[in-house]
């Protein structure tokens, strides 16, 4: 999973727009490792993402988007983020009861047809996770 | 071609879509595009002028191109549907959501013309999109590829989302292959039943509710049979004193192609009695709007499974 969360445009390559604007020496770089992302960009683009304080940690996204992408059987360069709605994916009905037990079996938790309703997007799914397993 | 033309002036060349005349009471039509059929670009961008711009943008907010084509390939389909049971063109129909997000459709008033009290509902698979339409009462369809596969287990599914009764039908099927049409189908029926109610998912709860079949004979209630017999009503129970609960409620199930199962819920029409009159009277149209349409009811496009007269 690409470290850039919350991105609008998934980039296979590692060589972005913005790798290039700000550091014009790295742009002759072959495709670089993520190591190499990581510590070149502080996570700025990381930051633009989060939302106020009390959203889910990214990697409980991440985990979503995997479960998400595996359900609706979305293509590897398919984008698929935080704020990525489930209708817009493509879920209708039996996808989203089915992300829903996704979910409950891999971070162990149990969601009331009730939450199972109000989620919209991949975010919310998270935030209710986390809710969730804070419970336990 | 069954088309029915009732002293309507035909439609004139910008509107090339042919007119039905209404469904009667116990009639229910069903229109559906097979989305692969259609490529043409120009003919996409003309399904594209007919759509508001809420509508236009609610389909490029979708992921992808073929998520987006089918948003507009159903919005299309209602409009153009609607249209031709109508004076209306398919470009002006407005639309407004009931207090529980069901979409209506806004009839503009107009003193030469009683609009009719039409009533649709849209369901749609990644190979197909549905628009039925009823006069008078409410509709609510859906549709499944037959081999759907889920990723959970038929009966943790079962378990999960469904009423006791239902749960312990699946169970005693022992043919796997057999067990998941069957979940396909109920959920068919469960789907339709809650979009005819159309209060949305959320507000009627799958496992609030049951559906069975009646064997028509001996009125007797039977768990074991499956649903491939017309000897069989299909009904809905509830499980508690939900208010929701409509006990006047119509049911068919038929494959539609040999790819897909399709399932209707509508009210029954109380004036008449009598068997032959619970059954539903399906009239169904393949369609490429403006380019072509093909009656398929009576063709084996359409097998009944249950509830078709």
Redesign the interface.
Known sequence: MTSIVGATISVPSSRSLCFNQATPRISGLKPVSVSIQKKSFPSLKFRRSFRVSCSAKPETVDKVCEIVR??LALPAD??VTGE??FV???A???DT??IV??LEEAFGISVE??SA?TIATVQDAADLIEKLVEKK | MQMHCFGRKLCCSSYPLVPVSLPSRRETHFWYIVPDEIKDESLLNRYLGLLSSGEKESVFRMNGDKLRKRALLARALVRTTLARYTQVSPRSLKFKKNLFGKPEVEWQPDEKWDPPSLHFNISHTSSLIACGVAADMPIGIDVEEKHRKTRNNISALARRYFSTHEVEYLDNIPDSEMQQQEFIKLWTLKEAYVKALGRGFSASPFNTFTIRFKDICQSSLQVSKNFSSEAYEIVVEALNDSEHLATNCQFAIFELGNLHFAAICTQKDNITQGEEENMLKLKAWKTIPFVEDECVSETDTIIPISGLA
Do not use: I, N, T
Request: aromatic letters at 0%.
């Open positions: 595996k359900q398919s984008a990525s709605k817009s994916l493509g209708d009905s039996l009861v089915e037990m996704g047809e009730e309703q």
